[in-house]
């Protein structure tokens, strides 16, 4: 069974900073390439940034360019999101995802429950 736990959201003030940590079970880690997408209230969801299975490549969205890091840990089945100089409009559900094959499409098969992270002005 596929599991992907997502942890560390919370409250932040904007410029702030926070960590994002998604763990990882019942497939072989280093082998998926693993995405982080949010959906804010009312909106669609939308992708935030993806890694290579090697963490060789990465990818992200314009509007966290500069700001967000993600990284990953293959020995610890985990992918992380560093993210930084938070805004408001970051707030929003954060999920992970995962999928052997996902790139240029950002089609992923394996969801987590997704974590809240809110950023006051």
């Known amino acids: 069974q596929v599991q992907l736990v997502e942890s560390g959201g919370g409250l932040v003030q904007a410029g702030g900073s926070l960590k994002l940590s998604c763990v990882v079970s019942g497939l072989t880690f280093s082998t998926y390439n693993m995405g982080w997408f949010r959906q804010a209230p009312g909106k669609e969801r939308e992708f935030v940034a993806q890694i290579w299975r090697d963490g060789g490549s990465t990818d992200y969205a314009e509007s966290v360019k500069g700001r967000f890091s993600i990284a990953r840990d293959n020995a610890k089945n985990t992918v992380y999101l560093q993210m930084n100089s938070l805004t408001p409009e970051d707030t929003a559900d954060y999920y992970c995802?995962?999928?052997?094959?996902?790139?240029?499409?950002?089609?992923?098969?394996?969801w987590g429950q997704g974590t809240r992270v809110t950023v006051s002005s």
């Open positions: 995802a995962a999928d052997r094959t996902a790139w240029i499409h950002r089609q992923y098969d394996y």
